[in-house]
């Protein structure tokens, strides 16, 4: 492998780790859009349900 070469760079690493979140996070958002879409305002709900603790859990 030439990552040795490519890593003096340092900012290919960084970009490649990028990438990979980026590739990964559109091939399980397109794959499972329907899903996401059921998960996001399930969250949106914990978020509401979250809030009030949060602010008393730290003074």
């Known amino acids: ?10 900012n ?3 970009y490649n780790t990028w990438f990979l979140s ?3 996070r559109f091939v399980v958002g397109s794959t499972l859009s329907g899903y ?7 969250y949106a709900d914990w978020e ?6 949060s602010g008393t859990k730290v003074p």
Do not use: A, F, K
């Open 1 to 10: 492998m030439s990552t040795e070469t490519i890593s003096e760079d340092g």
């Open 12 to 14: 290919y690493l960084d």
């Open 22 to 24: 980026v590739c990964c």
């Open 36 to 42: 996401i879409e059921n998960v996001s305002e399930v």
């Open 48 to 53: 509401r349900c979250e809030q009030p603790y």
